[in-house]
């Protein structure tokens, strides 16, 4: 554990006041978070070359040097090894002080930080119904206000290349960069039905305090298998959807229609999604459904499960995109019809997808130690 955390725990007796929802730490708190900072900024500092840091925005930093080289890949990962020390730390005080360090409280669905709250005080199931929809609408408006922009400008542009544009008008290249971050929210949000809690939370997207602390004990863990000889790169750590948000997404807002046609409750539309979660198959955005795997891997991963086919869409792949997903539940008109085939998935794609992820990577791992020559990234060649 770093000395600051460790000093952090000597001091823990110091109260933390909460005044007008804000946390105020005791001094010596105080003065062991900022040198914690120092530590994380000198660590940045030291490894990211001056002029990348000075003349790189991180989109064009990750573009370039790859995610794990970059300013905020390098940052995410000494936040993430910070996360696994504090998560050695028993006194919840040094738990808050650390959080506040490491921007644990951040507003996560599911978490009340209204009061000067804490990481752990989750919403109950009714607050996140009212509040997840808002949530929805939210990540759908910024997706079409960025396709809006990217319109308007074509439009004005008869016939130029969306390359030249980018390269010529830089609103361009912002909505683009935008709609890129952007679109993934979206099925994220929708795929959400279940509030956070103990032992599920929330740890999607990366910034999420819970995925920090994953991304870092999986670095760790990596980092102890070079130590005893084992011959594996340590790359960009990806958080994997088992239950892909893509599938779930598209379910739940065909049963957002049917809500909208008087065909189904919402609390219907939640059952859905605790079905799953008893099979042990929750989808979302928790940490039950989220798998730390490597770059090359998780790659490969999602290019096998789209070489195979779909038992319940025959003639689509195994992990179906959400469009073609979407196109075929239009054909689905009932709750009943729905229910059966959500279940009907849970039973099938969908336990093939959650059950093979959780087995991928160390799989791969495995065959890198039985055949040095396996590198994980043939594609498919499906007959």
């Given at each position: 554990?770093?000395q600051?955390?460790?000093?952090?725990?000597?001091?823990?007796?110091?109260?933390?006041?909460?005044?007008?929802?804000?946390?105020?730490?005791?001094?010596?708190?105080?003065?062991?978070?900022?040198?914690?900072?120092?530590?994380?900024r000198?660590?940045?500092?030291?490894?990211?070359?001056?002029?990348?840091?000075?003349?790189?925005?991180?989109?064009?930093?990750?573009?370039?040097?790859?995610?794990?080289?970059?300013?905020?890949?390098?940052?995410?990962?000494?936040?993430?090894?910070?996360?696994?020390?504090?998560?050695?730390?028993?006194?919840?005080?040094?738990?808050?002080a650390a959080?506040?360090?490491?921007?644990?409280?951040?507003?996560?669905?599911?978490i009340?930080v209204?009061?000067?709250g804490?990481?752990f005080?989750?919403?109950?199931?009714?607050?996140?119904?009212?509040?997840q929809?808002?949530?929805?609408?939210?990540?759908?408006?910024?997706?079409?206000?960025?396709?809006?922009?990217?319109?308007?400008?074509?439009?004005?542009?008869?016939g130029?290349?969306?390359?030249?544009l980018?390269?010529?008008?830089?609103?361009?290249?912002?909505a683009?960069?935008?709609?890129?971050?952007?679109?993934?929210?979206?099925?994220?949000?929708?795929?959400?039905?279940?509030?956070?809690?103990?032992g599920?939370?929330?740890?999607?997207?990366?910034?999420?305090?819970?995925?920090?602390?994953?991304?870092?004990?999986?670095?760790?863990?990596?980092?102890?298998?070079?130590?005893?000889?084992?011959?594996?790169?340590?790359?960009?750590v990806?958080?994997?959807?088992?239950?892909?948000?893509?599938?779930?997404?598209?379910?739940?807002?065909?049963?957002?229609?049917?809500?909208?046609?008087?065909?189904?409750?919402?609390?219907?539309?939640?059952?859905?999604?605790k079905?799953?979660?008893?099979?042990?198959?929750?989808?979302?955005?928790?940490?039950?459904?989220?798998?730390?795997?490597?770059?090359?891997?998780?790659?490969?991963?999602?290019?096998?499960?789209?070489?195979q086919?779909?038992?319940?869409?025959?003639?689509?792949?195994?992990?179906?995109?959400?469009?073609?997903?979407?196109?075929?539940?239009?054909?689905?008109?009932?709750?009943?019809?729905?229910?059966?085939?959500?279940?009907?998935?849970?039973?099938?794609?969908?336990?093939?997808?959650?059950?093979?992820?959780?087995?991928?990577?160390?799989?791969?791992?495995?065959?890198?130690?039985?055949?040095?020559?396996?590198?994980?990234?043939?594609?498919?060649?499906?007959?």
């Amino acid at each position: 554990m770093p000395q600051f955390l460790q000093n952090l725990q000597r001091y823990a007796n110091n109260p933390l006041e909460f005044v007008n929802g804000v946390v105020r730490v005791g001094s010596m708190i105080g003065n062991e978070i900022e040198y914690g900072r120092k530590q994380i900024r000198g660590f940045i500092e030291d490894v990211v070359p001056e002029p990348i840091v000075n003349t790189l925005d991180s989109a064009s930093n990750i573009a370039q040097f790859g995610y794990e080289n970059s300013l905020v890949g390098m940052a995410d990962q000494g936040a993430g090894l910070l996360a696994e020390d504090i998560g050695e730390a028993t006194n919840p005080q040094i738990g808050m002080a650390a959080g506040l360090l490491l921007g644990m409280v951040d507003g996560s669905p599911g978490i009340n930080v209204s009061k000067g709250g804490a990481r752990f005080k989750f919403k109950t199931q009714g607050e996140f119904n009212v509040t997840q929809p808002a949530r929805i609408d939210a990540a759908r408006d910024a997706v079409d206000d960025a396709k809006l922009i990217l319109r308007n400008i074509e439009e004005a542009n008869p016939g130029v290349k969306p390359g030249v544009l980018r390269k010529t008008i830089p609103e361009y290249k912002a909505a683009q960069k935008a709609l890129g971050a952007k679109n993934p929210e979206v099925s994220s949000a929708e795929s959400n039905l279940l509030a956070p809690g103990l032992g599920r939370e929330q740890a999607y997207p990366r910034t999420k305090p819970r995925a920090k602390e994953m991304k870092g004990k999986f670095i760790k863990d990596a980092r102890r298998d070079l130590q005893q000889g084992v011959d594996q790169v340590i790359e960009q750590v990806d958080l994997h959807h088992k239950f892909p948000k893509g599938i779930s997404a598209a379910f739940f807002n065909r049963g957002r229609d049917l809500i909208e046609d008087g065909k189904m409750t919402y609390n219907e539309l939640v059952d859905m999604a605790k079905r799953a979660q008893k099979r042990g198959l929750e989808p979302g955005d928790v940490e039950t459904n989220l798998e730390p795997m490597f770059k090359t891997p998780h790659d490969t991963f999602h290019a096998e499960m789209r070489a195979q086919g779909s038992n319940q869409f025959p003639g689509d792949n195994l992990e179906i995109s959400k469009t073609k997903l979407t196109q075929r539940l239009r054909q689905v008109k009932t709750k009943k019809d729905l229910d059966a085939l959500w279940d009907e998935m849970l039973g099938d794609d969908v336990q093939y997808l959650y059950k093979t992820a959780s087995i991928w990577q160390p799989m791969d791992k495995l065959i890198k130690e039985i055949s040095p020559k396996f590198t994980g990234k043939a594609k498919s060649k499906p007959k």
